[in-house]
């Protein structure tokens, strides 16, 4: 596969400004800064699933620019190991969801001499996957070694009120008023993990623009019955 057909578009919202930071505030200061050093080589994010990794990731690419690439695995583990072909050019590489490639002989070593080449151009490196780095699956031990070295953080899942500010927050960059009572209602009423409920504040923030209403609990009422 071409490094033609890459990057991939990042999501609008993933920048540093909408993560609410909560619990994990040494993690995004580390990614934030990482544009402007050589001294760290990336970093292995595990963590839960819709805990904002993903987030992280393409929030670091947005910093970097042009320099960067997000390569999510989730969606591209079938395109083969060749699309990594050329990356080691980049100053920062983030691959999500790394536990698709696990135990693969072919993505792995792709994967190493990623690793080699990145770290012989003092470019950076950040990996997302549910779990350290040591209990992945990974196969090649030298691959494996090179992925220990990296800076470690778990990231951290938000609890009840953290997950009404973090709705807020992004709320509030969409140029929406999330009142807490609403908030409260969509915790209520819909699974917890916040992918969903992004994905939940995406559908009602379309459907107050075409009603020309605020989200009030019966408007949200009124949006949740339909779907």
Wanted: proline residues 4%; aromatic residues 6%.
């Amino acid at each position: 596969m071409s490094q033609l057909a890459l990057p991939l578009r990042l999501a609008d919202h993933a920048v540093f400004d909408t993560y609410l930071a909560v619990g994990n505030e040494q993690l995004v200061d580390y990614l934030a800064s990482l544009a402007d050093t050589v001294a760290d080589h990336g970093a292995w994010l595990w963590g839960a699933s819709a805990t904002g990794k993903t987030h992280l990731l393409q929030a670091t690419c947005e910093r970097f620019g042009d320099r960067a690439v997000y390569i999510p695995l989730r969606e591209l583990a079938e395109a083969g190991p060749d699309l990594l072909e050329g990356l080691g050019s980049r100053e920062l590489v983030c691959i999500d969801d790394i536990d698709q490639v696990a135990g693969d002989a072919a993505w792995e070593k792709a994967l190493f001499n990623l690793c080699n080449e990145l770290l012989a151009a003092n470019h950076h490196l950040i990996v997302a996957a549910s779990s350290s780095a040591r209990e992945c699956g990974i196969a090649l031990p030298d691959l494996e070694s090179r992925l220990q070295h990296l800076p470690a953080f778990h990231v951290h899942p938000l609890d009840d009120p953290q997950r009404v500010a973090a709705l807020q927050l992004r709320a509030m960059h969409r140029g929406l008023a999330l009142p807490d009572e609403t908030a409260h209602y969509l915790l209520s009423r819909s699974r917890r993990d916040m992918a969903s409920l992004y994905e939940l504040l995406d559908k009602l923030d379309l459907e107050a623009l075409r009603a020309q209403r605020k989200l009030t609990i019966p408007f949200v009422k009124s949006v949740l019955d339909t779907l």
